[in-house]
């Protein structure tokens, strides 16, 4: 079965400073990785995916096969960017585990 | 486009009383999913439905909680009898496909704002 793994909970940093949310994964095949984020009293949205390659509020994430890792990076933190943080992972080759698994996720505090 | 609703936002009980929650999915998903978010947790899925057939209900509690999606629209997710242990946020997320897949892409989920229940 899959596994998405967020080791940190909690993630403090100032603003204008890199930062970077780590997510692990266990599965054997391929999969989609997908990050989404959950602002104060807000609902929980996709930020981005790593099939499209895309760039979201200046958030970048790399797959890497090798390390099974998605970080999630931004090179000038925001106080805007506080909030909770999802790694998630959809399995491509479907049977029973054909399910959206999120990680316990990581909570990111920018400070002033 | 509307987002997906869900009623109430918040819920007080008392432990053995009956629970039910509501979700409108965004029109033309047909796939609807109920996740049990307990807190410092992540999402946990308790039930997918594909139109108004079940997917998977592998996680959830099939004593005490049931859901349906009897038209392949909306949908409720009942608990009976509540125990302490089932305070948390009930999302409802709706994808156009399963797994939020569709045409070859994954276009993810779309989440409602969620229902906090607490169970005293």
């Known amino acids: 079965a899959q596994r998405v793994t967020q080791p940190e909970k909690l993630l403090s940093v100032f603003k204008g400073a890199p930062v970077e949310l780590k997510c692990n994964y266990s599965?054997?095949?391929?999969?989609?990785l997908f990050w989404y984020v959950q602002y104060s009293r807000q609902r929980l949205q996709l930020l981005l995916r790593h099939i499209s390659r895309e760039s979201i509020k200046g958030f970048t994430a790399d797959l890497n096969k090798g390390e099974t890792s998605f970080h999630l990076k931004k090179p000038f933190a925001q106080e805007e960017d506080s909030a909770m943080y999802y790694c998630?992972?959809?399995?491509?080759?479907?049977?029973?585990?054909?399910?959206?698994?999120f990680g316990k996720g990581t909570l990111l505090t920018v400070n002033p | 486009e509307a987002g997906v609703a869900q009623s109430p936002r918040y819920k007080i009980i008392e432990k053995r009383q009956s629970v039910a929650f509501w979700c409108n999915p965004i029109s033309g998903h047909a796939t609807l999913y109920w996740y049990q978010q307990i807190l410092g947790q992540g999402p946990k899925l308790l039930i997918q439905?594909?139109?108004?057939?079940?997917?998977?209900d592998s996680q959830l509690p099939k004593d005490r909680f049931s859901a349906e999606r009897l038209k392949g629209v909306d949908s409720t997710l009942k608990i009976q009898p509540a125990k302490l242990e089932d305070s948390a946020v009930y999302l409802c997320?709706?994808?156009?496909?399963?797994?939020?897949?569709?045409?070859?892409?994954?276009?993810?989920?779309?989440f409602g704002s969620g229902t906090r229940l607490t169970v005293v």
């Open positions: 997320a709706s994808s156009l496909g399963p797994g939020g897949q569709s045409g070859g892409k994954n276009y993810g989920y779309t």
């Open positions: 998630a992972l959809f399995p491509n080759s479907g049977g029973s585990n054909y399910k959206l698994t």
């Open positions: 599965y054997s095949g391929s999969p989609e």
């Open positions: 439905f594909q139109n108004n057939g079940v997917v998977d």
